[in-house]
């Protein structure tokens, strides 16, 4: 992997300015070492790129699935990230590092109804579904409660990321989400916006992992936002929220592209300003 926080001095191998073989030494193998400063860094560098294309309103999501223990929600508390959740047992490390779940968003194609009940009694602040069984549960579960849950759909929108093949989840006959192509996406719409019980705030995708084509995320943005306003032309519903999920490419090889989080996040930005335009 390309670091710039590894050293070799004197044959010892220094990771974060720390000595690797004295950290052995102490907490025995195998070791994972974490440089916060480092991650605090990549947090920032994200918000920073989202505030200035998307406004105030727009928040990064870490991925609770790379890596969950307390010590990384502190974190994302303290930076002010969202998170992306996938089981009860992260809700639950979460909750205990005082992560406030109104900002989460609960992912996962399999939720039980435990799931669901346990991450709407911590005030989990969205769902998102895959398919109409699981919208079915929230609204059972949000009905039990008398609230009203927020909740996005996850389509998929038919984008190939070229990237590892296990990896890949955009395309059309993907086990995640409720593909548009096949007119699916419009029927799960109709049925979730009859939900008494369920605040339908928008659409999710996600295309992919170690993602570094040029224009995945442009294009998947195309295709949602064409979806979003074929919805509102059809049935008077605007979204609110449009969450594009994936992840750029982590640099683990010389061969591998830079990738300037900034100029990348600005040229998604420029795509969906410019199709907002087009379909007003």
Do not use: W
């Not at 990549?42 to 870490?62: D, E, I, N, T």
């Not at 389509?155 to 699916?184: C, M, N, R, W």
């Not at 659409?203 to 509102?232: N, W």
Request: charged share 30%; hydrophobic share 40%; net charge negative.
């Amino acid at each position: 992997m390309i670091c710039d926080n590894i050293t070799v001095k004197d044959g010892v191998l220094y990771f974060a300015g720390q000595n690797t073989v004295e950290l052995a030494k102490e907490y025995g193998t195998p070791l994972y070492l974490l440089d916060e400063d480092k991650i605090r860094e990549k947090c920032r560098s994200y918000k920073k790129a989202f505030k200035m294309h998307f406004g105030p309103a727009a928040q990064p999501l870490y991925a609770s699935k790379a890596n969950c223990f307390k010590r990384i929600y502190e974190i994302m508390k303290e930076e002010e990230m969202g998170i992306d959740v996938v089981s009860s047992g992260e809700i639950y490390v979460a909750l205990r590092a005082g992560y406030d779940l109104s900002h989460a968003f609960f992912h996962s194609n399999n939720k039980t109804d435990e799931d669901i009940a346990y991450a709407i009694e911590n005030g989990i602040g969205y769902f998102v579904a895959d398919n109409v069984e699981e919208v079915k549960a929230v609204e059972a579960e949000a009905a039990r409660r008398g609230i009203k849950q927020k909740l996005l759909l996850r389509l998929t929108p038919g984008i190939d990321p070229h990237t590892y093949e296990a990896v890949a989840t955009g395309k059309v006959d993907s086990k995640f989400g409720t593909p548009i192509e096949t007119g699916q996406a419009d029927e799960i719409v109709e049925f979730t916006l009859r939900q008494e019980h369920i605040i339908l705030e928008g659409f999710h995708c996600h295309v992919g992992s170690q993602v570094f084509g040029e224009d995945i995320f442009e294009r998947a943005a195309v295709v949602m936002l064409e979806f979003i306003a074929a919805m509102r032309d059809k049935y008077g519903y605007t979204a609110k929220v449009l969450d594009l999920g994936g992840g750029y490419g982590v640099r683990y090889t010389e061969n591998d592209p830079y990738l300037d989080i900034e100029t990348k996040v600005g040229q998604v930005a420029a795509s969906i300003r410019e199709t907002c335009r087009r379909l007003t």
